[in-house]
């Protein structure tokens, strides 16, 4: 069946950083956008980056650019984020997502989800 599984979130330190992995099963990621969102307490849910595997496109949002980057590895058909200096701002459930709009932040463009992994950055 189709799923998508993220890993890899924690606790950490400001100024640390993370991988998540976003593990695709039931389909190969070539043709479709894969995107990372994140969802604080209180907040609304926010696009964080996405990528295209077909010709390795990517998205970021403005509070992430120079941090984060975003990757694919079509054999074992995983998205990663790496995030780097991170801060308490970060600290959110992050998912990842399918969807069919290449390029997309926005969650309504996305209608596939995982079950998300919790990154905490506190001292």
């Known amino acids: 069946q189709l799923r998508l599984v993220e890993s890899g979130g924690g606790l950490v330190q400001p100024g640390g950083s993370l991988r998540l992995s976003c593990a695709a099963s039931g389909f190969t990621l070539d043709g479709y956008a894969i995107g990372w969102f994140r969802q604080a307490p209180g907040k609304e849910r926010e696009g964080v980056s996405s990528i295209t595997s077909h010709d390795g496109s990517t998205s970021y949002a403005d509070f992430v650019k120079g941090r984060f980057t975003i990757s694919s590895d079509n054999a074992k058909n995983t998205v990663y984020l790496q995030m780097n200096s991170l801060n308490p701002e970060d600290t959110a459930i992050y998912y990842c997502?399918?969807?069919?709009?290449?390029?997309?932040?926005?969650?309504?463009?996305?209608?596939?989800w995982g079950q998300g992994t919790q990154v905490t950055v506190s001292s």
């Open positions: 997502a399918r969807g069919a709009r290449h390029g997309s932040l926005w969650p309504a463009d996305f209608y596939t």
